[in-house]
């Protein structure tokens, strides 16, 4: 039986957990799939976002990604970016492709909300993407202008799982600072797997007697608050309070393992500069009342060597795609609908805000207090759970069914029009260096 999709081509952009999901399911029911990766490497931000001491979940899911990326009827285009190497329009709507996905993630920093403050990067000021991908790459050094510097001390600003990793770096590498100064060594991974106070006590020391000022998220709603894990949207009040006491649960335990600091009812409002550098932030006491976030009108300061920003990742912009200010100006977010694309959808992390939302509460059922456990670290010493955490798979399968169901009523191209296609793909494939994706591995060398 002749398949019907056989003559449609779809191109996907980004080729990291989502891209891939979404590549392999339409490749597998016989579409030719298209992958439009940024970066030499297509793990996104399994490499360079999860922190290193993840290892055994980094290599599973770099695994995942190249068997995905692999499989017959998907063509790998490394080293491309869309809106820059090629033009989001002209891949939309004149290369012949029968629908488009976004599946490029979230690289841009949401910026801290204090006028002003993103003159002082560098000079003070530090955002978390940047600061974890150097922290990944640190060790093999594939990354010379990628520099992180940890210092005792640090205010980060946010809340949540990207902002405790930040907080661990620290408290983990000062940790190691101090044992190599008293000629005790260990690593980054034993360190987080069996946690700082055990190391030391193993040593007959504590925390405290090495002397380190521990790092302190400041986060704006309460310690119940702080999006560790979801509640179902049906969710009645026995389970939201449920949920609540399973975060500060969760919190307490990685702060005790991990050595850092909270402070909540914190919202970040003015810079503290001194001699053009930023020494610290002032903060207004919030208060949450029905739900609700407000001010008080307490303020303090928060002053350390560094201040890094950890609120949230954004898109970046395409030429050709509208915006609503930060975000895309999606029409359905639940799916990524753009206005005036109507073959263009999107997935994963690209889908912010609103659309985020609908995603993570749909995602949340499936994943448990023991996911998030393993994933900070605060669960035992077996991380499996860990990779239910991390969000993707289900919107994947979603994305992916919404645009088998979309060709059914699509025109597939014509075969010179997949001919001129193949040849516009194979341009870039040569310009790249690729020939195909064991060689191309090989010469790119393995991730972090």
């Given at each position: ?235 009645d009040a026995a389970r939201i309070a449920k949920v609540e006491a399973g975060r500060k649960r969760m919190l307490e335990k990685s702060t005790e393992k991990y050595c850092f600091k909270v402070e909540p009812l914190s919202a970040p409002e003015a810079l503290i500069v ?25 303020t303090f300061e928060a002053r350390g060597p560094v201040v890094i920003s950890s609120i949230g990742s954004i898109p970046e912009p395409i030429e050709g795609i509208a915006m609503k200010g930060e975000l895309f100006d999606f029409k359905d977010w639940e799916i990524g ?112």
């Amino acid at each position: 039986m002749n398949n019907p999709n056989r003559a449609h081509c779809v191109a996907v952009i980004g080729g990291a957990t989502a891209g891939a999901e979404i590549a392999s399911r339409l490749a597998d029911r016989g579409v030719s799939v298209f992958v439009f990766e940024q970066n030499k490497r297509p793990y996104g931000k399994i490499e360079d976002g999860l922190p290193r001491w993840h290892e055994a979940l980094r290599e599973k899911e770099y695994e995942t990604i190249d068997e995905k990326l692999t499989r017959p009827g998907v063509a790998f285009v490394p080293s491309t970016k869309i809106g820059r190497d090629v033009g989001f329009k002209a891949l939309a709507n004149e290369w012949g492709f029968s629908a488009v996905v976004l599946a490029n993630g979230a690289w841009r920093d949401r910026p801290l909300p204090i006028d002003g403050a993103d003159a002082y990067l560098g000079k003070g000021l530090v955002y978390q993407n940047p600061f974890v991908i150097a922290f990944n790459h640190a060790e093999r050094g594939d990354l010379p202008n990628a520099r992180y510097e940890v210092l005792p001390g640090a205010v980060i600003v946010g809340g949540g799982l990207a902002s405790i990793d930040v907080a661990k770096i620290h408290t983990l590498e000062l940790t190691l600072r101090e044992l190599a100064k008293r000629g005790i060594e260990s690593n980054v991974v034993e360190l987080e797997v069996k946690g700082i106070p055990k190391i030391l006590a193993g040593h007959g020391l504590t925390f405290e007697q090495l002397g380190i000022v521990p790092p302190t998220i400041y986060y704006r709603r309460r310690v119940e608050d702080m999006p560790l894990m979801s509640a179902p949207e049906d969710a009645d009040a026995a389970r939201i309070a449920k949920v609540e006491a399973g975060r500060k649960r969760m919190l307490e335990k990685s702060t005790e393992k991990y050595c850092f600091k909270v402070e909540p009812l914190s919202a970040p409002e003015a810079l503290i500069v001194e001699n053009g550098r930023l020494v610290g932030l002032r903060f207004r006491r919030t208060k949450m009342e029905n739900g609700r976030l407000g001010m008080t009108d307490e303020t303090f300061e928060a002053r350390g060597p560094v201040v890094i920003s950890s609120i949230g990742s954004i898109p970046e912009p395409i030429e050709g795609i509208a915006m609503k200010g930060e975000l895309f100006d999606f029409k359905d977010w639940e799916i990524g609908r753009l206005e005036g694309y109507p073959t263009v959808f999107s997935v994963g992390n690209v889908v912010t805000g609103k659309g985020n939302i609908v995603a993570s509460r749909k995602h949340a059922t499936q994943v448990s207090e023991a996911a998030v456990e393993a994933y900070l670290g605060v669960g035992g010493e077996d991380r499996s759970a860990a990779a239910e955490a991390r969000p993707g798979m289900p919107e994947a399968d979603f994305t992916a069914d919404q645009v088998l169901a979309s060709l059914g009523n699509a025109k597939p191209p014509s075969d010179e029009q997949i001919a001129k296609l193949r040849e516009r793909v194979a341009k870039l494939q040569r310009a790249a260096g690729y020939d195909d994706y064991k060689s191309w591995k090989e010469k790119v060398g393995a991730p972090c």
